[in-house]
């Protein structure tokens, strides 16, 4: 199964971006939503993850008030929202389902699906 992630492109310091996560022919419903990126040059990492009920998991605790995760099960969607981004929140930003029954996964290795990616670059 492959994950199709849009909504990445280039903004200015201080915008917004909603990124999008779908499988194309299935529901995402039953599984967790997990988003993660990598910044060149540098290790990836978890960002945020939404349950199959709707709990949001933060995987960086210096996203908080500025990320957020949702679902909409009738578009089958999983959205990141990036507000007040800042040029260190340039990277590739990844989607992927988590295998553990609808809950986020701690380990990064409990996601199954993933998703190619899309680039995000913050910069003036």
């Known amino acids: 199964v492959q994950l199709v992630e849009s909504g990445g492109g280039l903004v200015q310091p201080g915008g917004s971006l909603r990124l999008s996560c779908t499988v194309p022919?299935?529901?995402?419903?039953?599984?967790?939503i997990g988003w993660f990126r990598q910044a060149p040059g540098k290790e990836p990492e978890g960002v945020l993850c939404i349950s199959s009920t709707g709990t949001i998991s933060y995987y960086t605790e210096s996203m908080k008030g500025r990320f957020t995760i949702s679902r909409d099960t009738v578009e089958r969607t999983g959205y990141l929202q990036m507000n007040s981004l800042k040029p260190e929140d340039t990277a590739v930003y990844y989607c992927?389902?988590?295998?553990?029954?609808?809950?986020?996964?701690?380990?990064?290795?409990?996601?199954?699906?993933w998703g190619q990616g899309t680039l995000v670059t913050v910069s003036s």
């Open positions: 992927a389902t988590g295998r553990l029954g609808g809950r986020c996964p701690s380990l990064v290795g409990d996601f199954g699906a």
């Open positions: 022919g299935h529901a995402l419903n039953y599984y967790a």
